[in-house]
C-alpha cells in the first residue's frame, strides 16, 4: 500500500464525529481513535510494513510502550523478527516487578515504539526509567505524529523521533 493510501485508510477508519470530551477539558465534534485503526490487522500490518523502515542500524530490541504502543510492536517484531520489550507506564507490583516484559533491554540498543506522539510527556518518562534500567536509547519511531513540536520536545530528551505519517500529511490525504 502506497503511504498517501494508508494515511487516507487510516483517517477514513479512526476518524470519528459525535460530542467528546478531551483530555484538555474542551468539547470537539471531531475525535481520532487510534484503537481502531490498530484494530484492524491488515491495516495494522501495512502500518508495520511502513514503520520497519524507520528502525535504525544496530537496533537489537523494539520496545512498545503501553497501551498504543503495544500492537504495533507485536506487528512490527513480527515483520522484522526482532525481539520486542513491552513496557508499562508503571513497573509492576508483583510477580517479576518488571516495566519491561519480553525481551531483555539491559545493555541492548532499543528502538522505541509509539502509535500517536503529541507532546512526548510519556516517551520521555518511560524512556528515562528504560535508561535507568541499562537500555541504550536514542531514537523514537511512532505511526502518527500529531504535533510537530514533538520533534524538539524530544530531542531535548536526547531522542530522535521519526514518524511514519503526521496528522498533517494524514489529514491531507484524506482531502479533510
Not at 470519528?16 to 478531551?22: A, H, R, V
Not at 510494513?49 to 513480527?78: F, Q
Not at 510519556?122 to 500529531?146: N, P, Y
Amino acid at each position: 500500500m502506497q503511504k498517501a493510501e494508508l494515511a487516507k485508510k487510516i483517517y477514513e477508519v479512526a476518524h470519528i464525529t459525535g460530542e467528546f470530551t478531551l483530555r484538555s477539558g474542551q468539547i470537539s465534534n471531531e475525535y481520532f481513535d487510534k484503537y481502531l485503526f490498530e484494530a484492524q490487522p491488515l491495516l495494522l500490518a501495512e502500518i508495520a510494513k511502513t514503520m520497519k523502515d524507520l528502525i535504525p542500524e544496530g537496533t537489537e530490541v523494539l520496545a512498545g510502550l503501553e497501551m498504543g504502543g503495544i500492537p504495533l510492536v507485536t506487528a512490527i517484531s513480527m515483520e522484522t523478527g526482532m525481539q520486542a520489550a513491552f513496557v508499562r507506564k508503571k513497573a509492576k507490583e508483583y510477580g517479576t516487578c518488571r516495566l519491561a516484559e519480553g525481551a531483555d533491554i539491559k545493555g541492548k540498543k532499543v528502538c522505541v515504539i509509539e502509535d500517536v506522539v503529541t507532546t512526548g510527556g510519556q516517551i520521555k518518562l518511560s524512556v528515562q526509567e528504560l535508561r535507568e534500567r541499562g537500555a541504550i536509547i536514542d531514537t523514537v519511531i511512532c505511526a502518527i505524529q500529531r504535533n510537530p513540536n514533538a520533534t524538539e520536545i524530544l530531542a531535548e530528551a536526547g531522542l530522535l523521533l521519526k514518524p511514519a505519517l503526521t496528522m498533517e500529511y494524514i489529514k491531507e490525504k484524506a482531502e479533510v
